[in-house]
Nanobody, 122 residues
Framework: VQLQASGGGLVQAGDSLRLSCAAS????????IAWFRQPPGKEREFVAG????????SYADSVRGRFTVSTNNAKNTVYLQMNSLKPEDTAVYYC????????????????WGQGTQVTVSS
């Protein structure tokens, strides 16, 4: 599975951004795709994920209600819509894929896209 993440940028607190993760190399409906982020000097943490044949979703408590993960199966793309952004959302955001389950632990993901920087100024 090859993943290509995009959409990061510099925004102000309260603004919105939409990240995209384009996937190739595997039947899209059979994989789980998660978004992780890594703030400066901290470990990579789970943000949100979606996938499997039922398209179930999962969110970290810190983003639930502000972020929405969705898919466009025709484009093999997963989106992360981020609203009401806060300075603490500043991080490098990564998408990752797994064929077995929507894990929330980064080390359980084999496939990773390159990161995209999100910076939220106060």
């Amino acid at each position: 599975v090859q993943l290509q993440a995009s959409g990061g940028g510099l925004v102000q607190a309260g603004d919105s951004l939409r990240l995209s993760c384009a996937a190739s190399g595997r039947t899209f409906s059979s994989i789980f795709i998660a978004w992780f982020r890594q703030p400066p000097g901290k470990e990579r943490e789970f943000v949100a994920g979606i996938g499997g044949s039922f398209g179930g979703t999962s969110y970290a408590d810190s983003v639930r209600g502000r972020f929405t993960v969705s898919t466009n199966n025709a484009k093999n793309t997963v989106y992360l819509q981020m609203n009401s952004l806060k300075p603490e959302d500043t991080a490098v955001y990564y998408c990752a894929a797994n064929s077995a389950y929507l894990y929330t632990t980064a080390r359980l993901y084999r496939y990773w896209g390159q990161g995209t920087q999100v910076t939220v100024s106060s």
